[in-house]
């Protein structure tokens, strides 16, 4: 099946700082999206990016369906940034949504 | 955004009874239904595909006759931890396709079986 890789595994940041999460997939998707996982384990959507590039507030995303690749990206972190951060995938002929181990993000204040 | 509400929240229970844990759909249907188990720092893994109408679809590994799941309607999908023990003790988490095949979750069951 489809495997999905998240880099780094942790983060630490100052509150402020910019960030950026990697998502790596070997085959082709239908569907790719980021999420962030709360403190109480609740999956907060942050995008659906199967290809291009979306916006929202200090969180940006942009999918390179071709090269195989996401790209999550945080600016001006806040302490309430900290969290799970996962990328997952459909893709690869199956109606499966397939989840990355997740970046681990802290920002300290 | 779709919305998919799960209960209960939390569940602590004596082990050798059973857990049921319900996920509905509340703004849309739900033909299909996915339960994710989550283990503490760990991704999230596929436990089953709850199909309205039919079996569900278990991944490999899965114990089918532990993990009873009913999908009796298109907005209701249920998970039945049998004869619970204490290694069945984890983040149990529902997942439905909105429009344009975006998943939505619920807010998870977290079961601790004593």
């Known amino acids: 099946g489809i495997q999905v890789e998240q880099s780094p595994p942790d983060l630490i940041l100052q509150e402020g700082a910019n960030s950026t999460l990697r998502c790596n997939f070997s085959d082709s998707v239908n569907n790719l999206q980021w999420f962030h996982q709360n403190p109480w384990g609740q999956l907060i959507n942050l995008f659906y990016i199967p290809s291009g590039t979306k916006q929202n507030g200090r969180l940006s995303a942009t999918t390179a369906a071709t090269e195989r690749y996401s790209l999550l990206y945080i600016s001006s972190s806040q302490t309430t940034d900290s969290g799970v951060y996962f990328c997952?995938?459909?893709?690869?002929?199956?109606?499966?949504?397939?989840f990355g181990k997740g970046t681990k993000l802290t920002v300290n204040p | 955004g779709a919305v998919v509400s799960q209960h209960p929240s939390r569940v602590i229970c004596k082990s050798g009874t059973s857990v049921k844990i319900e996920c509905r759909s509340l703004d849309f249907q739900a033909t299909t239904m996915f339960w994710y188990r989550q283990f503490p720092k760990q991704s999230l893994m596929l436990m089953a595909t709850?199909?309205?109408?039919?079996?569900?679809?278990?991944e490999q590994g899965v114990e089918k006759d532990k993990f009873l799941i009913n999908h009796a309607s298109l907005t209701l999908s249920t998970l039945t931890v049998t004869s619970a023990h204490p290694e069945d003790s984890s983040f149990y988490i529902c997942s439905a396709w909105g429009q344009n095949t975006e998943a939505f979750f619920g807010q998870g069951t977290r079961l601790t079986v004593v």
């Open positions: 709850s199909n309205e109408g039919s079996k569900a679809t278990y």
């Open positions: 997952a995938v459909k893709g690869g002929g199956s109606e499966k949504l397939v």
